[in-house]
Structures are given as C-alpha cells and as structure tokens.
C-alpha cells in the first residue's frame, strides 16, 4: 500500500477534501495507474471520516474518470494525470473542469453535424481563420486560448441556431480552464506532438466544409475526447496519432 499523507478536514465539504487528497496522491505518484486503493474502511481510517464521505468521494473520482471499481476486488487507479497538472489547475476545481466535458460532447458534436449541414461560406472563412490563428499561435510557442475558444464558438454559430451559441456561453468559465490546462501541458511537449492540436482542427473543418456531418460529429468527438485526455491523461499524447479516427474507418453513424 502506498503512504497515505493525512491532513486534517473540515466537517464541511469532507468528500471534496478526501477526493482532493486522493487525487492529488494519484498526480504525484504515490498511487500510479494500475494501483489498488486502500479499502474504504482504510481510508476512511486514515482520513478520519465516515465511510459513506469516502464513498462520495469514490464516486466522484470513479465518474471523472480516475478511477475504477472491480466488484468484490476494489478500486483501481484508471488513469495518471500529468505531474504538473498543479501548476495549472486547481485540484479543488478539477472535478468541475472535467465534467464541463460531458455537456459539451453533447453539444458541440451536434454542432458540429449541424454546421457541416448548415454552414455558410462566411462561415467557412471564420471557422478557417479560428485555425490559422491557432496555427501562428502555437508555432510561435504561444498559447493559443483565445483562438482556440473562437474556433469552437465559430462552428456553433455556423449550425445556425443561437441557442447553441447561448449554451456554450454558459459554461465558458469550465471551458476555457480546461482548454487552458490542456494547452498549457501540451506547450511542455515537443513541436510536432503540439501540432497534433492543429490537425484534429483541421480535420474538422475539412469536414464542415465538405458537407460531411457525418465526418464533422466524429472528428469533434474524438477532438474533445483528446481535450479529455490531455487534462486526466500524461500519456495521452503517445497514443493520440495512433487512435485518431480516419476518414475511410468512420461508419453511417458517424463514430470511429
């Protein structure tokens, strides 16, 4: 069993506590992808808390993705964020960042399908400066939020109903912190794994513009999916070429 570093909680919000401590021992190390977490009863031993605000804080960490129960055997660590992942988020906040993700596939792969159906040639011309921008902006070791952010809210404007637009509005303040965590991790790492950036870009607006809803859903999906990744994932980089969707593999419904 890795060591458990204990700091003391508060009566109020002790689930967010355990899970900020969890979490935050998953990031440094101490409990690696593949590892078994102690039994609720332990944790909740060593944290000093009930066994049902372990529970929640379980449930938590199993819904964002981090970890993952095998009935009768315990609970698994899934994934290994990033060592830097504090540099740039608030562990505290990470659960919202990362489940802002949920609406948004819903979203904004509709969007997608809808704007490839819809689109305009002004459009177009908007969602392909959004891309050269990025583009400039990452090869000069920029960022790139701000451009980012725009190319998204281009195709939701483009799929012609305002409400889109409207609802992703309403959770810029999730959106863009994920996006921000996930370029800042992507800076870190060598040029051409940051271009991989620009081509799911690219491929959706080659799909948007031929027409291809189809192709334009996929691609968004499998997009955010990676935007996922990058937040929950330090490996997610070295895999990302090697499961992105092809035009030739993407069947009638649209998914890879």
């Not at 078994?36 to 804080?57: D, T």
């Not at 489940?99 to 177009?124: C, N, Y």
Request: charged share 25%; with cysteine; hydrophobic share 40%.
């Amino acid at each position: 069993m890795a060591h458990l570093t204990i700091t003391p909680t508060h009566k109020n919000r002790l689930a967010d506590s355990v899970y900020k401590q969890i979490l935050s021992q998953i990031t440094t190390g101490e409990f690696s992808a593949g590892d078994k977490l102690p039994s609720e009863a332990q944790l909740s031993h060593a944290f000093g808390v009930s066994r049902p605000v372990v529970r929640e804080a379980l449930l938590r960490l199993t819904t964002d993705g981090l970890v993952h129960s095998k009935r009768g055997i315990g609970t698994f660590v899934s994934t290994q964020p990033s060592t830097r992942l504090t540099e740039f988020a608030d562990i505290s906040q990470l659960s919202n960042y990362i489940r802002s993700f949920e609406p948004r596939i819903i979203l904004e792969v509709e969007a997608a399908r809808l704007a490839a159906q819809r689109r305009s040639l002004a459009d177009i011309e908007r969602i392909s400066a959004s891309v050269d921008q990025l583009n400039r902006a990452i090869a000069a070791g920029e960022l790139g939020l701000e451009q980012d952010a725009e190319f998204h809210a281009a195709i939701a404007a483009a799929c012609g109903n305002q409400y889109f637009v409207e609802i992703l509005a309403t959770l810029r303040w999730p959106v863009t912190s994920a996006m921000n965590i996930g370029l800042e991790l992507a800076r870190g790492r060598p040029p051409t794994r940051r271009m991989r950036i620009i081509e799911e870009h690219a491929s959706i607006l080659k799909a948007i513009a031929a027409e291809d809803s189809d192709a334009a859903a996929s691609y968004m999906k499998y997009h955010l999916l990676q935007a996922r990744a990058a937040v929950l994932d330090a490996q997610h980089l070295e895999r990302a070429r090697e499961d992105a969707p092809r035009a030739d593999d993407l069947s009638e419904d649209g998914q890879s």
